[in-house]
């Protein structure tokens, strides 16, 4: 029982003729509207109304009188312009296919009760990571009806318990197909050039393949607004990126004659198209194994390009601004360890480069001042923090593009860890030589 209600009394709204109820309960006092105008309609409202409180759902928060499809619709319709298309056609899909089925009206959307046993049947059907996404999209709707005065207070939406995980699908999760670069490349040039009715096939997967850019982002893309033939750079709007990320993109030379091939002089550079049989087939004939071509989507070439670029430049800040991520965690998400990165740790590849970038302080110091062994080493340290102090993110994002490093020695995950272990080495021998110095 969540408390003993002291009676109650129906007031009439002089302005709008709506029946307002008032009552106390626990030592608190509530004022909530029927939303009826008619007296005895208003009487049987408030009854239920008085009952759900008393009966521990807690408090009333004064659902409007509106069929709920009609309430959600105008919903969508308020926030149309405040996400974006993805956002909105999830949220279309939850309601269509949740929030309506299992609420039936406004007043059990407005009923933490309900909420609550909405969250618990969704757990013993998906994971909680949904769950979590139709929990949000609910608290959006239920704010978005106390901004527009629809209720006075809006429910508690309950949060996940911390160690929630939700149910599996039965058929399980769509494994997301790693490709080298070698197999895109391969896929690529196995792509026809158009669809059947005309459309660049080739050059979308191109583009898709030197920027990993979003299947949505390069269907907005937009001349003469977001590229001109031989700029050097693509302009992201705002309004095309799912995160809302506005930023000029740096291009790869490749990327420039693609798209210059296809830039017409006004209009959408690549409109949708069905990619599902022709991207499958030429994975086929690229040489994927059956299993792995069949399942394979535009957005496997997004991950693996993110995970190539990550293991040829270091620069997770520079893929992340690529890819259109405002925070390197979100970038971390789409970098994936592959076999040939631990192939290159165990036989000691770009160890040459990261010798070659101490060597040069070697050699400088030894040219201005020959002095004993552990001087050349700290000369040597010197040099390799100046080369690795940082650059400009165009720059960075540039080279990341043209496979080169920025640093003078190598950035790659592997050459990083090395170079990190060989100054902590030197650093060693320095603290040492100090203290036989007598400088400590």
């Given at each position: 029982m969540a408390g003993k209600t002291q009676g109650w009394k129906l007031h009439k709204d002089p302005e709008s003729g709506v029946y307002r109820v008032r009552f106390r309960m626990g030592g608190k006092r509530y004022h909530r509207s029927t939303g009826k105008t008619d007296r005895a309609e208003a009487q049987s409202a408030a009854a239920r109304l008085v009952r759900r409180m008393t009966e521990g759902d807690g408090?009333?928060?004064?659902?409007?009188?509106?069929?709920?499809?009609e309430l959600i619709g105008s919903w969508l319709a308020g926030v149309r312009s405040e996400v974006s298309p993805e956002t909105l056609r999830t949220w279309e899909l939850y309601a269509g296919a949740h929030f309506i089925p299992h609420f039936h009206s406004a007043d059990r959307l407005c009923s933490e009760r309900c909420l609550r046993d909405y969250m618990r049947k969704r757990l013993q059907e998906v994971r909680a990571r949904t769950v979590q996404k139709e929990l949000s999209a609910l608290r959006r709707l239920l704010t978005w009806m106390v901004e527009g005065g629809l209720v006075q207070e809006a429910p508690t939406v309950p949060k996940l318990p911390r160690r929630a995980t939700g149910t599996?699908?039965?058929?399980?999760?769509?494994?997301?197909i790693d490709l080298s670069p070698e197999e895109m490349d391969a896929i690529v040039r196995a792509l026809p050039t158009q669809?059947?009715?005309?459309?660049?096939?080739?050059?979308?997967?191109?583009i898709m393949r030197e920027t990993g850019?979003?299947?949505?982002?390069?269907?907005?893309?937009r001349a003469p607004d977001d590229y001109r033939p031989g700029s050097r750079f693509l302009r992201i709007r705002a309004e095309a990126d799912k995160a809302r990320y506005a930023?000029?993109?740096?291009?790869?030379?490749?990327?420039?004659?693609?798209?210059?091939?296809?830039?017409?002089?006004?209009?959408?550079?690549?409109?949708?198209f069905a990619w599902r049989y022709p991207l499958r087939s030429a994975a086929l004939a690229a040489g994927l194994e059956p299993d792995r071509a069949s399942k394979i989507k535009p957005y496997d070439f997004r991950h693996s390009v993110a995970t190539e670029l990550t293991e040829r430049s270091g620069n997770l800040l520079g893929v992340g601004y690529l890819l259109g991520h405002r925070h390197?965690?979100?970038?971390?998400?789409?970098?994936?360890?592959?076999?040939r990165a631990a192939e290159s740790?165990?036989?000691?590849?770009?160890?040459?480069?990261?010798?070659?970038?101490f060597e040069v302080g070697k050699n400088a110091a030894r040219a201005n001042s020959p002095t004993s062994h552990q001087c050349e080493e700290q000369d040597s340290n010197l040099h390799a923090l100046r080369t690795l102090e940082p650059k400009s993110s165009a720059s960075a994002n540039s080279a990341i593009l043209a496979g080169v490093t920025i640093t003078g020695v190598s950035t790659s995950w592997e050459g990083l860890k090395m170079a990190t272990s060989r100054l902590v080495e030197h650093v060693t021998v320095l603290v040492a030589f100090v203290h036989t110095r007598g400088f400590g």
């Open positions: 408090p009333d928060h004064g659902a409007p009188d509106v069929p709920l499809p599996a699908h039965p058929s399980g999760r769509r494994k997301r669809t059947r009715d005309g459309q660049p096939l080739r050059a979308y997967f191109e850019l979003r299947p949505g982002t390069l269907q907005r893309l930023r000029e993109l740096p291009l790869s030379e490749r990327a420039r004659e693609v798209l210059d091939e296809v830039c017409p002089d006004e209009g959408i550079l690549f409109p949708k390197a965690t979100t970038t971390n998400q789409y970098v994936h360890a592959r076999r740790v165990l036989l000691g590849q770009n160890l040459g480069q990261i010798e070659s970038g």
